[in-house]
């Protein structure tokens, strides 16, 4: 198993010089560790110079490929063309923006060949990363694993699949897949190292906070639907309330009593109101997922790829170091 091929997948947006930085401290990781490698670089169409750099990268390394999407499609869309395009024994799939830790994979690989088919990387800490979204973070992973049973506290997207579980995640067919998730869903021996993420090297995160309510919704809309049992209890709820209220107001009328009128009326709109927009919003939601998927468009769309026009003979990969390249 020792001279097995290792792919790593990158997703890259807009990252310009961390490209280099990047394919430097990887290569350098992985040839201390003595392992044979391969990089794909998925431009999810940065509108920087990232691309002609992972093009650049591409033509002076055999061992790394470049991958172009051609618009924007997101990361987990990035992350899928990566897997697409890999030949390894197993993919490793990480940050290009160095916040998770390359030295991480040689242990990472160490208990894959043990007989790990997944293996996670947890985190020990998260600096880097601002106070609001790690205390959304942890409410999202909270709830997330709550309603799904699919463990996300402190899951991170740094993870290794053997080539079974790749196959595996790969048939999965959703349009909005939530890598998270899905690994995680595929089951197989799971083993997890601890890392520290690290801050991110060079420019600020590229999520946007409505990009992440959107990575939310769709990774609990992908992976239950207790959100609609939810409404549907809360229907419940209503009803119960509603009919003793019902009967307590009639009783009071019938007595000659009446209720103070406007503030209650008031009350009792606005509580149903956001109930019933809530409730259908949820629906929304679920609909706009089976509309997504219905219509089956492709999950991203390829523009270029760009590959060393040497190929890669057998001992291309000899250990060597390239980080002062
Ligand atoms: N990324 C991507 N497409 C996007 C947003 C991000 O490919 O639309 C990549 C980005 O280049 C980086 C990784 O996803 O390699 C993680 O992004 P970021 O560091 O901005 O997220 P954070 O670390 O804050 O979760
Ligand atoms: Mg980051």
Redo the contacts with the bound molecule.
């Keep these: 198993m020792s001279d097995s091929l290792i792919s790593v997948v ?6 310009g010089a ?1 490209v280099e930085r990047f394919v430097a401290r990887l290569a350098s990781v992985m040839g201390e560790a003595g392992l044979r490698f391969e990089v794909v670089l ?1 431009d ?2 940065s509108s920087d110079d990232s691309w002609s750099r992972i093009a650049g990268q591409a033509l002076l390394d055999p061992r790394v490929h470049g991958v172009r999407l051609s618009r ?4 987990e869309a ?2 899928l063309a990566g897997l697409d395009h890999v030949s390894g024994d197993a993919v490793v799939v990480i ?3 160095l ?1 998770h830790p390359p030295s991480a994979i040689p242990a990472m690989v160490h208990r894959w060949q043990a007989g790990a088919q997944v293996v996670e990387a947890v985190k020990r800490n998260r600096t ?2 601002s106070i609001g ?1 790690r205390l959304s973070a942890r409410v999202f992973n909270r709830a997330f694993t709550g309603l799904t049973k699919v463990d996300l506290v402190d899951a991170t ?1 740094f993870r290794l699949l053997g080539r079974p579980a790749l196959e595996a995640l790969r048939r999965m067919p959703e349009h909005s897949t939530f890598f998270r998730g899905t690994s995680s869903w595929i089951g197989f021996t799971r083993d997890t190292v601890e890392v520290d993420i690290d801050h ?1 090297e060079g ?5 946007t906070m409505r ?1 992440l309510f959107r990575l939310a919704v769709n990774g609990l809309t992908s992976f239950t639907s207790a959100p609609l049992h939810l409404v549907t209890l809360a229907g419940l709820g209503f009803a119960v309330f509603a009919m003793v209220l019902g009967v307590q107001t009639l009783v009071r009328w019938i007595s000659g009593g009446s209720v103070a009128g406007f503030t209650t009326v008031i009350l009792l709109l606005l509580v149903t109101g956001t109930f019933v927009l809530i409730g259908l919003g949820v629906i929304g939601e679920y609909l706009a997922r089976i509309h997504e998927e219905v219509r089956g468009r492709p999950r991203y769309l390829v523009q270029e790829r760009v590959s060393s026009p040497v190929p890669s003979s057998p001992d291309s990969w000899v250990v060597e170091q390239r980080a002062e390249r």
């Design positions: 990158a997703p890259i947006y807009n990252e961390g998925v999810d169409g924007n499609f997101g990361k990035a992350l940050d290009s923006d916040q880097g990363q979204n997207d991110r420019g600020a995160s590229r999520w990009g």
